[in-house]
């Protein structure tokens, strides 16, 4: 393919996206907040407190199942994202219903990419799945 009209075909590609409402969420977009569950796939979080997301600065994560903490790394490369090398506590925790924690720690090894859409961050699996559903903590 011509690199002009490669050029013009990846510039109109981000112009849809941007006038969809979708964006790309950058490292810094994201480490200036906590991210609350809404949802993991599908159902919607019912158990208080509902799992986070913090990114602390580059490379790095850190939050709650829940119950347990947790802390680690993750990759950002335009939409494509996963997490690695997580960390979490191991404390006794009443079961929550549906197993929220263990489906939330689970959506977060699935994670292959990642959408801002009107102030809601969606974790995504390779296939485009919705895994985790976020929104910005309440300041």
Known sequence: ???????????????SVLLAGCAVPTAQSL?????VTVAIDGVAAVVSPPPTLRWTD??????????????????????????SALAATRMLCVPA?????????????QTRRVQLADGVL??????GKPLVRMVK???
């Open 97 to 109: 219903p549906q197993g929220q924690e263990d489906k939330f720690f689970k959506a977060l090894e």
């Open 58 to 83: 580059a490379g790095r994560v850190s939050g709650s199942g829940g119950c347990n903490q947790f802390s680690g790394k993750y990759t950002l490369d335009f939409d494509r994202m996963a997490f």
């Open 122 to 127: 969606l974790l995504l699996d390779e296939q």
């Open 1 to 15: 393919m011509n690199p002009v009209v490669r050029t013009l075909a990846w510039v109109l590609c981000a112009a």
């Open 31 to 35: 480490s200036e907040d906590t991210w």
């Open 137 to 139: 903590a309440s300041r």
